[in-house]
């Protein structure tokens, strides 16, 4: 199972921006389906933002499309999330996950990975 390390969360007023990085520890990320999660306050883990890093396809949920870009670096074995414009609701902890046994970036980001295992996330905080 590849462990993840996501890093680059902070405290930002509304509108700010921040860039989420996602390691992993081994390289096999090229073939896999790689997704970002959040969980705020009192609520379920949901994907905002999965890439099929097969075919590059990407999925973005309804609330983050124009301010949120998932991007790798695969070299580094790494994801990016650029998070713009952000908004009080987009607090909470973000976690990366990888599934190589899902196929499209929409599958990851509605169904999550099927086996979980997640990192200590990273938090992001929106708030003036």
């Known amino acids: 199972q590849v462990q993840f390390v996501e890093s680059g969360g902070g405290l930002v007023q509304p509108g700010g921006s921040l860039r989420l990085s996602c390691e992993a520890s081994a390289s096999t990320l090229d073939y896999s389906t790689v997704g970002w999660f959040r969980q705020a306050p009192g609520k379920e883990r949901e994907g905002v933002s999965c890439?099929?890093?097969?075919?590059?396809?990407?999925y973005y949920i309804d609330s983050v499309k124009g301010r949120f870009t998932i991007s790798r670096d695969g070299a580094k074995n790494t994801v990016f999330l650029q998070i713009n414009s952000l908004k009080p609701e987009d607090t909470g902890v973000y976690y990366c996950a990888e599934d190589p046994r899902i196929t499209t970036a929409q599958a990851m980001c509605l169904r999550g990975p099927s086996i979980e295992s997640w990192g200590q996330g990273t938090q992001v905080t929106v708030s003036s």
């Open positions: 890439i099929n890093n097969s075919d590059g396809s990407v």
